[in-house]
Nanobody, 115 residues
Framework: QLQFVESGGGLVQPGGSLLLACGVS????????MAWYRQAPGEEREFVAR???????RYAGSVKGRFTISRDNAKNTVYLQMNSLKPEDTAVYYC?????????WGQGTQVTVSS
């Protein structure tokens, strides 16, 4: 059974940084493209960034140049380094496979950007 465990969220001031991590189990991790998604209050879940099996990244326009996605296949973990955070980045962040997200979702990790 596929499981995602996200961590690393918190409260940060605008301009600050956070490093999110997502541990994945129940799948041959290095065979899957992985992605980060986020859901702000009252909004639909949206794509943030993805990384291919050979570590080729792609980003949503709103985070390009500020966020960096990476993966460690030995640890079955995908990361999201978030810099220059803005209040509009406030959301619950989730990881999942890409593009198929039919295997369910983890609990997510809350990121709040506020002064």
């Amino acid at each position: 059974q596929l499981q995602f465990v996200e961590s690393g969220g918190g409260l940060v001031q605008p301009g600050g940084s956070l490093l999110l991590a997502c541990g994945v189990s129940g799948v041959i991790f290095n065979a899957y493209n992985m992605a980060w998604y986020r859901q702000a209050p009252g909004e639909e879940r949206e794509f943030v960034a993805r990384i291919s099996t050979n570590s080729n990244p792609r980003y949503a326009g709103s985070v390009k140049g500020r966020f960096t996605i990476s993966r460690d296949n030995a640890k079955n973990t995908v990361y999201l380094q978030m810099n220059s955070l803005k209040p509009e980045d406030t959301a619950v962040y989730y990881c999942n496979t890409y593009p198929n997200t039919d295997n369910g979702w983890g609990q997510g990790t809350q990121v709040t950007v506020s002064s």
